[in-house]
């Protein structure tokens, strides 16, 4: 193996580990196999989401032409904190790094992180969770939809902000959910009444502004829109890029029919939801599966994905993508092999077969077996018809 195959396999590993949050096993694989000085995270072969830190949070579509909002903890739950400004000072989580040994740090302080998130999820604490994601990931979210933000700043949504308020409501209705296990029914029915039914309203404002695009216009003119804002806004500093200019997926407008169905499916959410408040024990109500260890665990995974994808990680570990395709390939092979022998078995037993046949003919069996065999080599002959025909008559 060459030094760049090997350098290429080191870095499909490490970035598996990274993917799967194995943290510890990370680190202790870059310091085995020497990633921290070979100089492989800083290659120009090295993918973007290894060789670039991800130093700050970027924008989300709804914080596009007003100052970026920072989590208010009594929206989560929380008590509240006066010091939003010192807060929102100490965004960035470290200095950019420059060489391969500060990427590997700024890789596992980020993957700590999210470790930290998806354990706060399944310990039963979405506050946590929304905190650290709101400070280090505020992409990944919108911010919480308080009386004062309870309609969104677009006419229309685009991808990134409609899947920022999906996963933020899907943690709020969390929240609601530990709240009420916890006994806790007076907090929950307030947290109800001033964060989960607002988002019934930024779907109203969406449905109320959105269209059917049959123009091509439409998504152009949205996208102008953002523009706009952006370059207006004095708040939108110069590392908050427009989700216009992302990619193809951020400029992507939500249909009228999806926001219908999403919509529906919240206002059901919700309601559900909200029954849990009457029963005495939850446990034993036909609400419990909301209560379940294995929810939390989809909902964890489904924020780690998130932040995996703003972090441009891709959908798939690479490792397992070369795995899947080498699978693939092999089993591809050991088919056509297979049918290949398989093959030439039946034809050299056709060769036998006509042998022993012919030997038959050979050694002088009767006209009735060289008819026999006649027919077995030209079954659709019209002479073959005609004579079976005729000597069956004659006799």
């Known amino acids: 193996m060459s030094h760049q195959e090997a350098r290429d396999l080191h870095l499909l590993v490490y970035s598996y580990l990274l993917h799967t949050n194995c943290a510890r096993t990370a680190s202790a694989f870059a310091r085995t196999c020497g990633l921290a000085t070979a100089g492989s995270l800083t290659s120009s072969t090295a993918p973007a989401y290894l060789s670039e830190p ?19 903890k009594s929206d989560s739950g929380t008590k509240n904190n006066n010091n939003n400004e010192e807060e929102e000072e100490e965004e960035t989580v470290s ?36 905190d650290l994601l709101s400070t280090y990931f505020r992409s990944v979210l919108i911010p919480p939809p308080s009386e004062h933000m309870s309609s969104p700043t677009s006419p229309l949504p685009l991808r990134p902000e409609f899947n920022a308020t999906l996963l933020r409501f899907h943690l709020d209705i969390q929240y609601y959910v530990e709240l009420i296990a916890k006994h806790k029914e007076l907090d929950a029915l307030q947290f109800g009444q001033r964060t989960l039914w607002r988002y019934t ?40 890029v427009s989700p216009s200019s992302s990619s193809p997926e951020s400029s992507e407008v939500v249909s009228r ?58 959908k798939e570990p690479p490792l397992v993508t070369v795995a899947r395709q080498l699978a693939t390939t092999s089993a591809y092979l050991v088919g056509y092999r297979s ?57």
């Not at 980020?110 to 310990?123: F, K, T």
């Not at 439409?218 to 110069?238: D, F, I, P, V």
């Not at 959410?269 to 024990?281: C, F, K, Q, S």
Request: net charge negative.
């Open 201 to 240: 309203d930024i779907f109203d404002t969406w449905l109320n502004h959105s269209i059917s695009l049959t123009s091509s216009t439409a998504g152009e003119s949205l996208r102008m829109h953002y523009s706009s804002a952006s370059s207006s806004s004095a708040a939108t500093t110069e590392d908050e």
């Open 257 to 314: 029919l999806e926001l219908k169905h999403k919509r529906a499916e919240i206002m059901r959410h919700i309601t559900n939801v909200a029954a849990l408040v009457a029963y005495p024990d939850p446990s034993q109500s036909p609400l419990a599966y909301l209560l379940t260890q294995e929810r939390r665990k989809e909902l964890a995974a489904a924020v780690n994905d998130a932040i995996l994808c703003a972090m441009r990680f891709p």
């Open 95 to 130: 200095v950019p790094a420059t060489t391969d040994a500060e990427l590997i740090a700024h890789h596992i302080e980020y993957l700590r992180i999210r470790q930290s998130i998806c354990a706060s999820i399944e310990a039963r604490e979405p506050e946590v969770a929304l």
């Open 54 to 72: 991800f130093t700050k949070p970027a924008a989300t579509a709804a914080s596009v032409g007003k100052t970026p909002a920072v989590l208010k």
């Open 339 to 395: 049918s290949s022998n398989s093959s030439s078995n039946s034809s050299s037993s056709r060769k036998k077969e006509d042998h022993s046949q012919q030997q038959q003919l050979a050694s002088g069996s009767g006209s009735r077996n060289y008819y026999s065999y006649q027919q077995q080599q030209q079954p659709w002959l019209l002479d073959a018809f005609v004579n079976s025909d005729d000597s069956s008559t004659s006799t």
